[in-house]
């Protein structure tokens, strides 16, 4: 009779070891899983799409030409990491072999800078991107084409925030 109490006994304790074991890695399962989840929140995150701000303009009109033949540029801006980042394309669409300006000033806290003079006979597409530290808090677009001293200039297209 003893024996059987005994063993009884440790039946009983074996079960409840296993489950407090079970108890035990339960919480710990639903921690690994949670941080998979999280970690998989996390990389999603790191890929989240910016909000793109779009512009566009068109060259003034050289003699002769016509609306479809003038210079056009169009693009978007989006501000990430501390930057902001350009994406700007531009056609050339008259075909006489001149070629297509764009220029792109920015302003910062001590006034505007040229910062960049894309040149494209065709098409071109056109990437890069400038900190936000400074003061940078506007830019401006213009668009021409023809030759040197006698580009047909757009107006500026500006943004500021």
């Known amino acids: 009779m ?12 074996v079960l409840a070891g296993a489950v407090v074991a079970g108890a035990a890695a339960a919480p710990a399962q639903a921690a690994t899983t949670s941080a998979a989840t999280t970690s998989a929140t996390t990389a999603s ?5 910016y909000t793109k701000h779009w512009f566009e303009g068109y060259s003034g009109y050289g003699r002769g030409e016509i609306r479809g033949h003038r210079s056009y540029y169009k693009g978007f801006y989006y501000a990430a990491n501390g930057r902001y980042y350009f ?15 764009v220029d792109f000033w920015y302003h910062d806290g001590r006034g ?42 757009s107006d500026y297209a500006n943004r500021s925030w």
């Open 2 to 13: 003893v024996m059987v109490k005994l063993r009884s006994l440790l039946a009983g304790t």
């Open 45 to 49: 995150a790191t890929t989240v799409s």
């Open 87 to 101: 994406d700007v394309d531009v056609w050339d669409r008259d075909g006489d072999r001149e070629q297509t300006y």
């Open 112 to 153: 505007w800078h040229q910062g960049h003079r894309l040149v494209t006979g065709g098409h071109g597409k056109f990437r890069f991107s400038y900190s936000a530290r400074g003061g940078f808090d506007g830019y401006k677009f213009r668009i021409g084409e023809g030759r040197v001293g006698h580009y047909d200039w």
